[in-house]
């Protein structure tokens, strides 16, 4: 069956950096789009980014532009999402999406 494995998450400082990963299973990983979305307390699931199947293409919410970037390994069907210069409006549970697949989420807090 599908999975999404998320890791990386944790508590960091403002001005500080994480790289999430996604680790798939279950799907033709190599030929989908990935995305990462993000959810505040409260709030609404956000859409954070996507990269193409190649890895050649990716597109960012505006909020993250120039700071996240996001890369795939389509060998070791995984995805990376690396967050620098993070922000205490970056804090958030970041999914890992295909379709209407989710993973469980990891927790990133930016804070003093």
């Known amino acids: 069956q599908v999975q999404l494995v998320e890791s990386g998450g944790g508590l960091v400082k403002p001005g500080g950096s994480l790289r999430l990963s996604c680790a798939a299973s279950?799907?033709?990983?190599?030929?989908?789009?990935m995305s990462w979305f993000r959810r505040v307390a409260g709030k609404e699931r956000e859409w954070v980014a996507t990269?193409?199947?190649?890895?050649?293409?990716?597109n960012y919410v505006d909020s993250v532009k120039g700071r996240f970037t996001l890369t795939r390994d389509n060998t070791k069907k995984t995805v990376y999402l690396q967050m620098n210069r993070l922000e205490p409006e970056d804090t958030a549970v970041y999914y890992c999406?295909?379709?209407?697949?989710w993973g469980q989420g990891t927790q990133v807090t930016v804070s003093t």
């Open positions: 999406n295909w379709g209407d697949y």
């Open positions: 990269i193409g199947f190649s890895g050649r293409s990716s």
């Open positions: 279950g799907f033709p990983f190599a030929i989908v789009d």
